[in-house]
């Protein structure tokens, strides 16, 4: 199985400030990268799909980067509306796998 | 607007059958593979197994494939995950998603059931 490996478990930031999740992926997965959030007490959302790809009706301050085996989301400037749980799922090769997921909190 | 609303949860004893259901509406349903994702207690994600937009295919985790199955009726919108022998691990909300891309991006949740396994 690929693995995943998600960083900051936490992650508590101010407002306006920018904010980096990462994924590291243990072996090649290409371009089939997504992420996720959940806001509390509600379903995950899609964000990015295919490692830089804004999914519909996401805010222009999301955005998906890739470098190698690293994929990044970053958060321009960050929302009150954006505190929840964000995950990233690899879709190269069955079985999917998730990240743990990085919890996000206002400071 | 897409709709995917899971039933069927509960609370269930340890060694019992619990089947899921997801009606879907607002989309094509037949067009679209579809996917179950649990999520546990301590909010970890596990992503269970697929199904091809016509039935014809299924894809699951390896650790789960002999006890969970995966159908879809198309004529009814409705996407079923039967488990079997349900263990206490198996404690977690179950969500439904729309796949595009293969089932490959999952741009649609349900709003998940919750599954309890105790005695």
């Known amino acids: 199985d690929i693995q995943m490996t998600q960083s900051p478990a936490s992650l508590s930031a101010s407002l306006e400030e920018i904010v980096t999740i990462t994924c590291q992926a243990s072996?090649?997965?290409?371009?089939?990268l997504s992420w996720y959030q959940q806001k509390p007490g509600k379903s995950p959302q899609l964000l990015i799909y295919g490692a830089t790809s804004l999914a519909d009706g996401v805010p222009s301050r999301f955005s998906g980067s890739r470098s190698g085996t690293q994929y990044s989301l970053k958060i321009s400037r960050l929302q009150v509306e954006d505190i929840g749980i964000y995950y990233c799922l690899q879709a190269y090769s069955a079985p999917l796998t998730f990240g743990s997921g990085t919890k996000l909190e206002i400071k | 607007e897409v709709q995917l609303v899971e039933s069927g949860g509960g609370l269930v004893q340890p060694g019992a059958s619990l089947k899921l259901s997801c009606v879907a509406s607002?989309?094509?349903?037949?067009?679209?593979?579809m996917s179950w994702v649990r999520q546990t207690p301590g909010k970890t994600m596990e992503w269970i197994g697929d199904?091809?937009?016509?039935?014809?295919?299924?894809n699951y985790a390896p650790s789960l494939k002999n006890r969970f199955t995966i159908s879809r009726d198309n004529a009814k919108s409705t996407l079923y995950l039967q488990m079997s022998n349900v263990r206490s691990e198996d404690t977690a909300t179950y969500y439904c998603?729309?796949?595009?891309?293969?089932?490959?991006?999952?741009?649609?949740w349900g709003q998940g059931a919750s599954v309890t396994v105790s005695s």
């Open positions: 072996q090649d997965i290409g371009n089939w």
């Open positions: 607002g989309f094509t349903f037949s067009d679209y593979w």
């Open positions: 199904i091809k937009y016509d039935g014809s295919y299924t």
């Open positions: 998603t729309r796949g595009q891309i293969r089932g490959r991006v999952m741009d649609a």
